[in-house]
């Protein structure tokens, strides 16, 4: 048995080790520098349910998206136990979002939606319009009246009977009519959405706008949906024709928002999202992620409150998109999966960027007609690859797979790529060279090994998600479109046969699901020998795939690793789990992340300078006071890293800041090239640090880099059962909990308490504290989503105000996930109150303090 070897450090330019299934011609990709299509709009990255609870996701994952659009239930809406627009549109429009849409048919409680006539659903559109249009942002939201009309309500819309046809058509265009007049009359200056069809239907939509028009009713926004894999090949066409529907009755472009697309098995892949993206970004119209199972993971790009998945950082790729785009010509237009991708190009900022994935075929990237006038007569060429990581398996920042300098031949450059996989994404940056020589970056040794093809006993090969039709759409992300379930008898085993290019330690990282209810184990033994447990937290279900790592020592050449229920030494592991894949990469000497200053995220005017490539071959961003470039620094878990800063200052010193906060300051540096450093405590997932000269400052910033993997020195542990338990709140056996127990039913009445009351700091200042919480809630059983919910608890530090905090579910009372908050302690002893009056907290396992600065 093989594996699918990712030689990475060979992935630009070489071919893979492993011969490719065919021997097929390379193909090419072509990007026009010199035809733009328009301002880049980042339209797709809205989700539909993408957040649950104001804080659900978290403000770190959401700021760096740059949403323009989201959608939620209308208030108190009986369709979902949570993601009220009241609730989260605060936090959607402080982290920068742009138009929220709410469907106001999520009113009712069952899907398909209750059908109590017209007059019982006036007053839910009176209830949810009354509600929104007192809110500082009601000029932001548009009203969708109308939620799949074809299959509620209005089936016959998409019959081919042409009276059972007509018969729905006149009885939608009545209530369309009644319905938009009565938000019209509750707040005239409401924005409506529609008729936001499950399915594209040029019949139905050419008679609406004509009807629409006559009545001067036509929608703000024109809505559809597009969830059938075939819309990869179909939706340009869809679009061409819905705008010659505009124009053959004389309406003017109507904004466009195709408010679900996609299906179960692009969720969270990057090479599937690129697809989608790239035919919305071209077309210049908006579009949100489908809500298919939970609310508050961003529809499969979140794995918990602050912690990304690599769709994440796809999206955080098309945020970084600047300027124009430009025409870009893959290599088979409107064919479903195949490459495809989009490019920009931003003269001001003199780069370029492009976003390709979709196929495993070596491909060319041509870029033409770069304009020497921005560029100069050389270019760097950056490559970064983002691979799956499942849709909970947490994901770092893409890898730097290459830097090389181009001098173009007539405007033009070839960037080879090989050694591709269909599930990634690829981004390729060119900027000016003007100097200097990039650092060749280090790419770690991998390879993948499927589930699928190893060697199996007692379990059984299962086929998931596919784009052959909607229904194979419909199931889930599969490495390899195959897993391994089923592994429930005592001599169960996937055994893998895996080749280690050198003695050393690697990181085997499994991907698996597991929805047992608590969590799983499998016993893993290298070579037959040393057994150990693998433990697996809980997933949503069996395909919901994440990952866990564990380090294993090789040395050169063939090993097996072998994943069963059982060994004779250990006895039998708890649960069972579905196996997908294993990845096997070489642990390098030294663990370091390099974020391009001329990339970050910018507030200001700040200039970029090329002069001198630097070490991540991407210039410098020039910068004075009143600028700001903010990173998403990722921690792959919780403890202390190094903060590096590479730069050169002028005049006076420089901020740093850690999620808003101040953490350190440096001091001029002459104009000489120097590097400061700081130890500051990040949380697992991403960490906002931004740099900004201070007045009087010139500081030119080539990048920040983030060194260590979590050292936990200087972090204080504190158990819940240790801590003083007032009311009902109750120390709880749990083998999963740290100690073995955690502290249940805190909240609900006022008296139910849990205070840590010996909280000690050194000195006074700023202090993280992660809190390890299990939270299981559940409601509602009227639709095919999971309805999982929330928690809150109020934190009171040395008996001052409290603050709330909202813990995501964590999909068992077993499973315990961490959520962060930062505190102002004093010197000595300290004291830290949970509660809540109205409602119970989440279990808590233990507290971990740490100074922010170490």
């Known amino acids: 048995m093989t594996g699918t070897l990712l030689a990475v450090a060979a992935l630009v330019g070489a071919a893979l080790a492993v011969p490719q299934t065919a021997a097929a011609a390379t193909q090419s990709f072509a990007v026009?520098?010199?035809?733009?299509?328009?301002?880049?709009?980042?339209?797709?990255?809205?989700?539909?349910?993408?957040?649950?609870?104001?804080?659900?996701?978290?403000?770190?994952?959401?700021?760096?998206?740059?949403?323009?659009?989201?959608?939620?239930?209308?208030?108190?809406?009986?369709?979902?136990?949570?993601?009220?627009?009241?609730?989260?549109?605060?936090?959607?429009?402080?982290?920068?979002?742009?138009?929220?849409?709410?469907?106001?048919?999520?009113?009712y409680s069952d899907w398909p939606y209750q059908n109590l006539g017209i007059t019982d659903y006036l007053t839910k559109v009176d209830t949810a319009v009354n509600a929104i249009k007192t809110t500082s942002y009601a000029s932001k939201v548009v009203f969708v009246p109308f939620n799949e009309p074809d299959g509620n309500w209005y089936t016959g819309l998409g019959s081919s009977n042409s009276s059972t046809y007509q018969s729905a058509l006149t009885s939608f265009e009545s209530d369309w009519s009644t319905v938009y007049q009565r938000i019209k009359t509750d707040y005239p200056g409401a924005k409506i959405g529609g008729p936001n069809t499950a399915n594209w239907n040029s019949q139905f939509f050419g008679d609406f706008l004509t009807y629409a028009k006559a009545n001067n009713q036509l929608p703000d926004v024109f809505t559809w949906h597009e969830l059938n894999p075939g819309s990869l090949a179909n939706y340009r066409s869809h679009y061409t024709t819905y705008r010659a529907l505009e124009t053959a009755r004389g309406i003017s472009p109507i904004t466009v928002n195709i408010d679900e697309y996609a299906n179960r098995r692009d969720q969270s892949v990057p090479g599937q999202m690129v697809q989608w993206a790239a035919m919305f970004e071209d077309t210049k119209v908006y579009a949100e992620q489908p809500y298919w199972d939970i609310a508050g993971n961003m529809d499969g790009n979140t794995v918990h409150t602050n912690i990304p998945n690599s769709t994440w950082w796809f999206w955080r790729w098309y945020a970084g998109m600047t300027g124009q785009t430009v025409q870009t010509t893959p290599?088979?237009?409107?064919?479903?999966?195949?490459?495809?991708?989009?490019?920009?190009?931003?003269?001001?900022?003199?780069?370029?960027?492009?976003?390709?994935?979709?196929?495993?075929?070596?491909?060319?990237?041509?870029?033409?007609?770069?304009?020497?006038?921005?560029?100069?007569?050389?270019?760097?060429?950056?490559?970064?690859?983002?691979?799956?990581?499942?849709?909970?398996?947490?994901?770092?920042?893409?890898?730097?797979?290459?830097?090389?300098?181009?001098?173009?031949?007539?405007?033009?450059?070839?960037?080879?790529?090989?050694?591709?996989?269909?599930?990634?994404?690829?981004?390729?940056?060119?900027?000016?060279?003007?100097?200097?020589?990039?650092?060749?970056?280090?790419?770690?040794?991998?390879?993948?090994?499927?589930?699928?093809?190893?060697?199996?006993?007692?379990?059984?090969?299962?086929?998931?998600?596919?784009?052959?039709?909607?229904?194979?759409?419909?199931?889930?992300?599969?490495?390899?479109?195959?897993?391994?379930?089923?592994?429930?008898?005592?001599?169960?085993?996937?055994?893998?046969?895996?080749?280690?290019?050198?003695?050393?330690?690697?990181?085997?990282?499994?991907?698996?699901?597991?929805?047992?209810?608590?969590?799983?184990?499998?016993?893993?033994?290298?070579?037959?020998?040393?057994?150990?447990?693998?433990?697996?937290?809980?997933?949503?279900?069996?395909?919901?795939?994440?990952?866990?790592?564990?380090?294993?020592?090789?040395?050169?050449?063939?090993?097996?690793?072998?994943?069963?229920?059982?060994?004779?030494?250990?006895?039998?592991?708890?649960?069972?789990?579905?196996?997908?894949?294993?990845?096997?990469?070489?642990?390098?000497?030294?663990?370091?992340?390099?974020?391009?200053?001329?990339?970050?995220?910018?507030?200001?005017?700040?200039?970029?300078?090329?002069?001198?490539?630097?070490?991540?071959?991407?210039?410098?961003?020039?910068?004075?006071?009143?600028?700001?470039?903010?990173?998403?620094?990722?921690?792959?878990?919780?403890?202390?890293?190094?903060?590096?800063?590479?730069?050169?200052?002028?005049?006076?010193?420089?901020?740093?800041?850690?999620?808003?906060?101040?953490?350190?300051?440096?001091?001029?540096?002459?104009?000489?090239?120097?590097?400061?450093?700081?130890?500051?405590?990040?949380?697992?997932?991403?960490?906002?640090?931004?740099?900004?000269?201070?007045?009087?400052?010139?500081?030119?910033?080539?990048?920040?880099?983030?060194?260590?993997a979590g050292d936990t020195t200087g972090v204080t542990k504190y158990e819940a059962e240790s801590a003083t338990l007032a009311g009902q709140a109750k120390a709880q056996s749990d083998t999963w909990a740290s100690g073995g127990k955690n502290v249940g039913y805190v909240g609900n009445a006022t008296g139910n308490t849990l205070t840590f009351g010996s909280v000690s700091a050194a000195s006074a200042g700023q202090y993280t504290v992660v809190i390890h919480y299990s939270d299981n809630d559940r409601s509602g059983t009227g639709n095919y989503n999971t309805n999982v919910e929330s928690r809150t608890a109020q934190l009171s530090v040395n008996g001052g105000t409290s603050s709330t905090l909202t813990f995501r579910n964590t999909y068992s009372w077993n499973d315990y996930w961490t959520l962060p908050t930062t505190v102002t302690l004093a010197a000595g002893t300290n004291s830290l109150k949970f509660s809540n009056p109205s409602s119970w907290a989440p279990d808590i396992d233990y507290i971990e303090v740490a100074p922010v600065n170490g």
């Open 32 to 107: 026009d520098l010199g035809t733009t299509t328009g301002a880049v709009l980042h339209g797709s990255n809205g989700a539909l349910y993408g957040q649950s609870d104001d804080g659900v996701p978290g403000d770190n994952l959401l700021s760096p998206l740059k949403l323009t659009t989201g959608s939620q239930k209308p208030p108190n809406g009986a369709q979902h136990p949570n993601g009220d627009i009241l609730q989260v549109a605060p936090s959607f429009f402080r982290n920068g979002g742009g138009t929220m849409f709410t469907n106001i048919q999520d009113e």
């Open 331 to 708: 290599p088979q237009p409107n064919v479903q999966d195949t490459l495809q991708g989009m490019a920009s190009l931003d003269t001001s900022r003199k780069q370029a960027q492009v976003i390709v994935g979709g196929s495993a075929a070596d491909s060319n990237v041509v870029i033409n007609n770069i304009p020497s006038a921005t560029f100069g007569s050389q270019v760097e060429v950056t490559v970064q690859a983002l691979d799956w990581s499942g849709y909970e398996g947490a994901s770092a920042a893409p890898r730097t797979i290459s830097r090389t300098s181009y001098t173009p031949s007539g405007g033009s450059i070839t960037v080879p790529l090989t050694g591709l996989n269909a599930m990634s994404a690829y981004r390729i940056t060119v900027t000016p060279n003007g100097g200097g020589t990039a650092t060749t970056p280090s790419v770690p040794w991998s390879a993948s090994y499927e589930a699928e093809n190893a060697a199996i006993t007692d379990g059984t090969v299962v086929t998931q998600g596919t784009g052959t039709n909607y229904s194979t759409a419909q199931l889930y992300a599969t490495s390899g479109t195959k897993d391994v379930g089923y592994l429930s008898q005592s001599d169960s085993k996937v055994v893998f046969t895996v080749n280690a290019p050198s003695a050393g330690t690697y990181n085997l990282r499994v991907f698996y699901g597991n929805q047992n209810g608590s969590p799983s184990q499998q016993v893993l033994r290298i070579d037959g020998a040393n057994p150990q447990f693998v433990n697996y937290p809980s997933t949503l279900n069996w395909q919901y795939r994440s990952t866990v790592t564990v380090p294993v020592t090789l040395s050169a050449g063939s090993h097996t690793v072998s994943l069963a229920v059982s060994d004779p030494t250990l006895g039998t592991s708890a649960g069972q789990v579905t196996l997908d894949k294993i990845d096997l990469t070489a642990v390098p000497s030294t663990v370091e992340t390099a974020y391009e200053a001329t990339f970050a995220d910018i507030s200001g005017s700040p200039t970029y300078s090329y002069s001198d490539v630097g070490e991540t071959g991407t210039g410098s961003l020039v910068m004075s006071s009143g600028d700001k470039a903010t990173f998403d620094a990722y921690a792959p878990t919780d403890g202390y890293y190094t903060v590096k800063t590479d730069y050169s200052s002028t005049g006076g010193s420089t901020a740093l800041a850690l999620n808003g906060t101040t953490v350190a300051t440096y001091a001029s540096s002459g104009g000489s090239a120097t590097t400061s450093s700081t130890r500051l405590y990040l949380t697992a997932g991403i960490n906002l640090i931004a740099v900004s000269p201070n007045s009087g400052t010139t500081l030119t910033l080539k990048d920040l880099k983030v060194d260590g």
